[in-house]
């Protein structure tokens, strides 16, 4: 069994814990926690320490915590030449502290606070500062997932501002869609199908492919009626860019 | 049964077809193209037919094709007194011509040539001139889908805006997210398990609740990262105009 300490307790922490309880190759040991508390049911609680002088000798110690807490937390780590990573898109390697042997173990998906998830199809991106550590940690993200990614520090950059595209920006536009509905007294429920669909519609056909709507057939006439049915100046704006936007890159291509 | 004629031979068209196909309730008794060819394999070719003369009487008539053409269609119509119906999300039930009885049939979906689709789910939007009608185009609907709606001219103009907004522009989102992914050299695939989770999040949060991300927690030096990472300006730009619209929508709710 490899051996594991995981270092923060927030939402992908605990993921992370449910994911490794179900594995066979992987042993959860301790998990750091400033205070002592619920992580979650998956959890030994007597496996919680909040000292760092409690720490037992681990084969590898997951840093979980915010993107700013994740220099000071690895330069606080009372060891040194051990295999340390962290789980952050967009952090570099390089901000690990230079005593231990770095990594990064990056699960590229949005984790809600209390809803389970098939960690199995879950990418994720590993890199190592030393080569002869990415054996280890591939085998202990295969425990888990089967969909397993050797990601340098700039395809992650790369592949975190495009999450943010199609996760943060598409949620927002869903947001917007809810409340069109709503200031004109009609169920948002009523988009949810259309919704998954467009999201399933990329298992058989690349975004380009699947383009469709009155920006990209260039109906001006259905353009003009939207722009003055909306009249949120919010919404209004950015009906505008991305029409123009999906106009232009039309021309472009 | 009920009798109807299908006029059009478009994709919403061949996917109403596909769906009456399987319905015990309903059968098509012909349908009206411009040319005689192949429209799905659901179809007894004998039906198709290309001269207005040749129209048998039914209980129904669905006029199927582009938003241009509906007013010309409906005018031509050798009939009068007639249940008439348009499958259109921004075309208002006044666009059909006065000589029949009118109304609107709107499957609330995006269909793709060739995919398949359980059209058990899709929202199906209805509205009749005449309360009298709205029995039998209800009777209809039922016989293909679950998800039937009573939805008026106004509200069916709001819910394709809001489509517009969840289903062209997050494809359009889509589309940039690979873009950068492959300007930078990693796969596009990498980011369809988010892309569906993104999306299916939705059947549990609202998507206010949903939102996360730099914009929404305001972190300004990973957003500052990203603006400095984007080198093409349309991908800059659109990131620069989400990323603000986040933030002040944040402040004034």
Chains 1, 2 share one sequence.
């Not at 927002?172 to 200031?183: A, K, P, S, V």
């Not at 383009?211 to 949120?232: C, M, V, W, Y």
Request: some cysteine; hydrophobic content about 40%.
């Amino acid at each position: 069994m490899i051996k594991i300490t995981i270092i923060g307790s927030g939402n992908v922490a605990q993921h992370l814990i449910d994911a490794f309880a179900k594995s066979d190759a992987v042993e959860i040991i301790q998990v750091f926690s400033r205070t002592q508390k619920h992580i979650t049911d998956n959890l030994d609680p007597q496996k919680i320490i909040t000292d760092w002088n409690a720490l037992a000798e681990a084969d590898l110690y997951i840093i979980s915590v915010s993107d700013d807490a994740i220099a000071s937390v690895s330069s606080q780590l009372p060891f040194k030449n051990q295999l340390v990573v962290h789980t952050s898109g967009s952090a570099p390697l390089s901000l690990l502290d230079d005593k231990n042997r770095k990594g990064v173990f990056y699960p590229l998906q949005t984790f809600t606070k209390g809803k389970s998830i098939d960690f199995k199809t879950i990418p994720l991106c590993l890199e190592t500062q030393f080569e002869s550590d990415y054996k280890l940690l591939e085998k202990v993200a295969y425990s888990i997932s089967e969909n397993v990614q050797s990601i340098d520090s700039h395809q992650r950059k790369a592949l975190h501002v495009a999450a943010v595209f199609v996760n943060n920006f598409t949620n927002y536009l869903y947001q917007l869609g809810n409340e069109i509905c709503q200031e004109n007294h009609v169920s948002f429920d009523i988009l949810k199908p259309l919704i998954l669909e467009t999201a399933e519609k990329l298992l058989t056909l690349s975004p380009k492919d699947a383009q469709t709507g009155p920006a990209k057939r260039n109906d001006l006439s259905t353009i003009k009626a939207h722009e003055s049915f909306l009249s949120n100046e919010n919404q209004s704006t950015i009906y505008k860019i991305l029409t123009q936007s999906i106009q232009n890159h039309g021309k472009k291509l």
